[in-house]
């Protein structure tokens, strides 16, 4: 079974500095694909980044990074200079490919309030 | 405006009548999917089509829970004597074929069952 773990509800972050939204995930599988989400309050899913299992280097756009541990199973994501824009939820998801489909399994997400 | 759009974007029904929502993917995708959202939930997969094919379904979806994909373009789910379980947000997704492309999501619609 897929899941993913994202274990802060909410957090706050002043503008313009960093902030890391934790992802743990659990699979068996040993080709898999990890993406974060956004969604603001208007309620539309947006693509933000995304890592492969195989992948060396830890991926980066823009102002998104991801800190991939694949030992400790975690894809946490790193918002560098953060934007009152940022706020909105953001969800960490495993891409489970066995069955052909593809689908995602998603975590609860996190809250990101930017304070300016 | 070439991303995924669902209609309609709202909805309010009474226990026990019948929703269709339809979702309009990227032309070029071949990959559609399901997704339902309640408050305080990531998205949950409901079903996946491959073109016309509907490849695979949630148990989650239950047999009042019917979707379709004629001719591999727009995409309907019907949901047929609706409880108030049902309220939450649908999303529909779509992408092309590969093992890490992103999936595209539109907007959604949101079900109120009263």
């Known amino acids: 079974a897929q899941k993913i773990t994202q274990t802060q509800p909410g957090m706050f972050v002043q503008e313009k500095e960093a902030v890391t939204l934790d992802c743990t995930y659990d699979t068996s599988d040993q080709s898999y694909g990890l993406f974060w989400y956004k969604q603001p309050s208007s309620g539309e899913m947006i693509f933000l980044i995304y890592?492969?299992?195989?992948?060396?280097q830890n991926a980066t756009e823009g102002r998104y990074s991801l800190n991939f541990q694949k030992a400790r199973k975690s894809a946490n994501l790193v918002i560098s200079a953060s934007q009152l824009g940022d706020s909105a939820m953001y969800f960490c998801a495993l891409q489970y490919s066995g069955a052909g489909s593809y689908q995602l399994t998603f975590g609860k997400g996190t809250k990101l309030s930017v304070i300016p | 405006d070439t991303g995924v759009s669902q209609d309609p974007r709202h909805k309010i029904t009474k226990r026990g009548q019948n929703v269709t929502f339809r979702c309009d993917p990227i032309?070029?995708?071949?990959?559609l999917y399901w997704y339902r959202q309640t408050l305080g939930q990531g998205p949950e997969f409901l079903t996946y089509?491959?073109?016309?094919?509907?490849?695979?379904k949630s148990r989650l979806l239950s047999d009042r829970f019917s979707a379709e994909r004629p001719k591999g373009s727009f995409s309907t789910l019907e949901i047929q004597r609706t409880e108030q379980g049902d309220s939450a947000m649908y999303l529909c997704?779509?992408?092309?074929?590969?093992?890490?492309?992103?999936?595209?999501f539109g907007q959604g619609t949101r079900l109120t069952v009263v």
């Open positions: 032309s070029e995708h071949n990959r």
């Open positions: 890592q492969g299992s195989y992948d060396e």
């Open positions: 089509f491959q073109n016309e094919a509907q490849l695979e």
């Open positions: 997704a779509s992408s092309s074929f590969g093992a890490s492309t992103e999936a595209f």
